[in-house]
């Protein structure tokens, strides 16, 4: 009698291809969520197989009901990345309330990313820079402008007729950097 012994192609132990970034997007309304989803979906396209990203969006008027901003803290202990969408004004307070609740509970949060549909955001932007500062993450910002079509270029991930992209468009290789240098093994991460 023989016995064989299958041989599996695939080893549990490989790691990850390449990483996850999970993104939780906290926005005012519905042009600055259009302009979240759109840096988005910019990310995740010039990023290509570099890295899988998710997202998670929720509206500032959401999170006044207690049940649902229970929820995005949920989403929130698992991002990797906070974008926040706003006209610039004054933060709403219970907005204040979930973001530094949000990234008190979050142990894997690298960067804070302020997306400003006013380039006069000064309020917002220096809450915002307080907050990311006192959590000892990164911080990006970035007035709304028209999204343009970046290109991959050697010295920079996005670029524009020679031109650096956005602060707020760069952070994912210094991420990506940082995901590779620390891998990620699975249960209780």
């Known amino acids: 009698m023989q016995h064989t012994v299958p041989i599996s192609r695939f080893s549990p132990l490989e790691p990850e291809t390449y990483p996850a970034l999970n993104v939780i997007i ?24 570099a890295c899988h990203l998710t997202n998670q969006m929720w509206k500032f008027d959401v999170l006044t009901i207690p049940k649902l901003r229970d929820l995005a803290l949920k989403d929130a202990a698992q991002a990797d990345i906070v974008m926040v969408s706003c006209h610039g004004n004054e933060m709403p307070e219970h907005v204040k309330i979930w973001l530094e609740t949000a990234l008190q509970q979050s142990p894997n949060v690298l ?53 650096r992209a956005p602060a707020a468009l760069t952070i994912p290789a210094g991420i990506l950097r940082r995901e590779a240098s620390s891998p990620r093994w699975g249960i209780n991460e």
């Open 26 to 49: 906290a926005y005012e309304d519905f042009d600055t969520g259009k302009q979240a989803k759109r840096t988005f979906d910019l990310l995740s396209q010039n990023l290509g197989s």
């Open 111 to 163: 960067a804070l990313i302020a997306l400003f549909h006013d380039s006069s955001a000064v309020a917002a932007h220096r809450y915002l820079s307080f907050v990311a500062r006192r959590a000892r993450i990164e911080f990006f910002a970035q007035p709304r402008q028209a999204i343009p079509k970046f290109q991959k270029s050697e010295g920079s991930i996005f670029q524009l007729d020679g031109e």
